[in-house]
């Protein structure tokens, strides 16, 4: 017994007529009273009554009936479910994403709108450091992932880049040069700076050694920090200088002074992290939403 044949006698029992039945199921008639025919031998009795008006379900057919309706309510819901999940529609998004591109609005407004046009799909999320990120993404544990990426990108995973994003100055208020509105990077030569190590941020660490490096100078390496609140908050002691991204902003810790840089102003990067010829719909629908958003925010922003 095929499912073809539980469909074809529903929809004859619910019709009352092989012609209705067979217009609506898109086949000629008389293949369809063979398939109900070869359904009836295999069962062993028949289940319509049969007459020029049309058909009858006979006591057992009545029985058949209503035992294979739910099967195929069962068939129907599994179709539209499997539609569902190929669409994008449910499922599940393992996201990732880094401390610093959740300040970010991009971040916040993109989670939000997923949500609303994505009802159905489980959310799971985890913040991590962007190596550690990417290590999860490479063990798939993770289906997409927003980092900071470095100089160097693990084999099998593709970045889809977002945006460069200003990155700012940070000084204890009471720094001789916190009165100013923006300072030249290299008038902090002589500051130590607090970083995040490579091995727990690289993308961060490259940017701003790297931006350093472009106004005539090696950055004196100060106190390591894991996270970007630490790293303000050693500066709100009085423990150094660092480079932030501009969304940092956001944290309201006191006790420090955001600058400007003055041209070749720094950026860090923001990008989109996922495995070489992912197949995880949901993933691939956020990454176009949120590349939507990009475009439409873009002003805020120094496009790539």
Do not use: W
């Not at 092989?18 to 086949?27: M, P, S, V, Y």
């Not at 539209?80 to 994008?88: E, I, P, R, W």
């Amino acid at each position: 017994m095929e499912l073809r044949h539980i469909r074809y006698f529903i929809v004859v029992a619910e019709e009352k007529s092989f012609t209705k039945a067979a217009l609506r199921l898109g086949i000629s008639q008389p293949p369809l009273s063979m398939q109900i025919k070869n359904l009836e031998d295999e069962i062993g009795t028949e289940l319509f009554y049969r007459s020029a008006q049309g058909v009858e379900l006979t006591p057992a057919g009545e029985a058949f009936l209503l035992s294979v309706q739910p099967i195929q309510q069962r068939v129907n819901d599994a179709m539209q479910l499997a539609q569902q999940v190929a669409n994008g529609e449910s499922g599940q998004l393992r996201l990732g994403f880094t401390g610093t591109s959740m300040l970010n609005l991009l971040l916040p407004k993109s989670i939000r709108l997923f949500q609303q046009h994505y009802p159905k799909i489980r959310l799971k999320l985890e913040e991590a450091n962007s190596l550690v990120l990417m290590d999860r993404l490479l063990e798939d544990q993770l289906d997409i992932a927003l980092v900071r990426p470095s100089e160097h990108v693990p084999a099998g995973l593709s970045l889809q880049l977002l945006m460069h994003e200003p990155m700012l100055a940070v000084l204890p208020s009471g720094h001789p040069l916190a009165h100013q509105t923006s300072i030249e990077l290299n008038a902090l030569k002589q500051d130590n700076f607090i970083l995040s190590p490579p091995s727990i941020s690289a993308g961060l660490f490259d940017a701003i050694t790297n931006a350093c490096r472009s106004h005539g100078f090696e950055p004196k390496i100060g106190q390591n920090a894991p996270q970007i609140v630490s790293i303000v908050s050693l500066v709100a002691a009085n423990l150094g200088v660092s480079l932030v991204p501009d969304s940092t902003k956001q944290l309201g810790i006191t006790g420090v002074k955001y600058l400007d840089i003055q041209p070749p102003k720094p950026m860090v990067s923001l990008a989109l992290a996922y495995r070489k010829n992912t197949h995880s719909q949901p993933a691939i629908n956020f990454a176009s939403l949120i590349q939507s958003l990009k475009m439409q925010h873009n002003h805020n922003y120094h496009d790539l």
